[in-house]
């Protein structure tokens, strides 16, 4: 799908929820990461830093501004559009 391993998928469509919420919303980096399928909020901030470049604190505060992170996002994330509303479900409830 894609052309891309089914776990980079999962995981670029995971950061892309986790990354719209953490910029949009108040609600803690723990219940975002467990929202989006990590058990760990430790975890969690390696997995986005890792995809994003920035950590999920830094990303809140606006760090995103730089062109390397828009790039690592505009190459990593996958657009709400390309999922099913089932996938967008199951990831809303798991």
Request: proline share 3%; aromatic share 10%.
């Amino acid at each position: 799908m894609l052309g891309k391993a089914p776990i980079s998928y999962v995981t670029g469509w995971r950061m892309q929820l986790a990354a719209d919420r953490i910029r949009n919303s108040s609600d803690s980096l723990a219940a975002i990461a467990a929202d989006v399928g990590y058990e760990s909020e430790a975890a969690f901030n390696r997995a986005f830093k890792r995809v994003t470049g920035v950590t999920p604190g830094r990303w809140r505060e606006g760090e995103t501004d730089s062109p390397l992170a828009v790039a690592r996002i505009d190459e990593r994330f996958l657009r709400c559009s390309d999922l099913s509303s089932t996938a967008v479900q199951y990831f809303r409830t798991h």
